[in-house]
């Protein structure tokens, strides 16, 4: 159900705190007419998002079938910019990761042109152009790791960036919905309280994933043994289940959190699972393999999408949070206030 345009146009997350929150200002007026819901940019940013998990998975069967140096040239494809190869044996994940890499660059590029144009908020078009600029990164790192024949840092850095862009996309679709332009956030009915603030533990959810990113990264590129993956597991299934419980448990009422929280716990449990999957099938019983097997590849590449999701809900959470949950410091109650002389 909407609200009426004057809760509309919310700014940056985070931002107001305290009594004077809950009031409409001329400022926020003026955000109002300026931030209409866009649909297309919308569904624009929806699909490149969903391009983009498209193309994690294609580099996580990449990495999964040992296809790195299937194509032995960049930015070339055996001599040609513009020819496909056939696509037979390791070519086939490598060449095909190219082509929609490619594509995901030029839909990044639309989606920051279109931003920076059509959306009037000044961190939004920032976000845009860093979407962009990851992009960038992540295709040279992309073309370092052929150049260099696949040396574990450069390949682990490029694998790491892909779920950074992931997050930036997912994020700029969520700040682009219907939801977040004409919902009135929930400021100053409830507060973040609790040691540390579910704010807090959502940072600390996004920290412990991307250590387990690097981490699982180096493993598959050789540059790591599986323990440290294996071990900093141990951390994450304590983090995330308290960082979802306390959501759930102080702030089920609150839409906006709950979603993300449910979504992330039950996202964790199948993550634990498929890891403990892919171990059995890569480390305890394919490590004499003469090439990757099909249920190696099948557990190493579902282990890496919803490790995307993962991270991506994480961080939806943690903007949520924000958004919805100012701090308990940010709050003055008004008997405090002293008077202000004229």
């Known amino acids: 159900m909407g609200v009426p345009p004057t809760a509309r146009g919310q700014d940056a997350p985070g931002t107001a705190g305290g009594a004077g929150a809950t009031q409409t200002s001329k400022e926020q007026l003026l955000k109002a007419v300026a931030i209409p819901y866009n649909q297309a940019h919308h569904r624009f940013a929806v699909f490149a998002a969903s391009v983009t998990f498209l193309l994690i998975i294609a580099g996580a069967l990449v990495t999964s079938n040992d296809a790195g140096l299937s194509v032995p040239d960049w930015p070339t494809s055996f001599g040609s910019l513009y020819k496909i190869p056939h696509l037979v044996g390791g070519i086939k994940f490598e060449h095909t990761h190219r082509m929609i890499a490619q594509f995901v660059g030029f839909l990044s590029i639309v989606l920051a042109v279109w931003t920076w144009r059509a959306d009037p908020r000044r961190w939004m078009k920032y976000l845009g152009v860093s979407g962009l600029g990851l992009v960038i990164a992540q295709g040279v790192l992309g073309g370092l790791t ?62 412990v994933l ?133």
């Open 146 to 207: 052929v150049l260099f024949y696949l040396p574990p840092a450069i390949s682990s850095a490029h694998a790491a960036l892909a779920q950074t862009f992931f997050c930036v996309v997912v994020l700029i679709a969520l700040f682009t919905a219907r939801s977040w332009v004409e919902e009135t956030p929930r400021i100053g009915r409830e507060n973040d309280e609790g040691r540390p603030s579910l704010f807090t533990l959502a940072l600390l959810s996004i920290f």
């Open 210 to 342: 991307y250590v387990q990113l690097i981490l699982g990264a180096m493993f598959r590129h050789h540059g790591l043994s599986w323990w440290p993956h294996v071990l900093n597991a141990a951390t994450v299934a304590i983090v995330l289940p308290w960082t979802s419980i306390r959501a759930l448990s102080r702030y089920s009422g609150i839409d906006a959190v709950r979603r993300p929280a449910i979504t992330m716990l039950a996202l964790l449990i199948a993550q634990l699972c498929l890891g403990f999957v892919a171990f059995l099938t890569r480390v305890a019983w394919g490590h004499d393999a003469v090439q990757p097997e099909l249920p190696m590849v099948v557990s190493t590449v579902a282990h890496v999408a919803v490790g995307a999701l993962l991270l991506a809900t994480a961080a939806v959470l943690a903007v949520q949070t924000r958004r919805h949950l100012p701090a308990v410091e940010a709050h003055i109650p008004s008997r405090e206030r002293k008077p202000v002389a004229a």
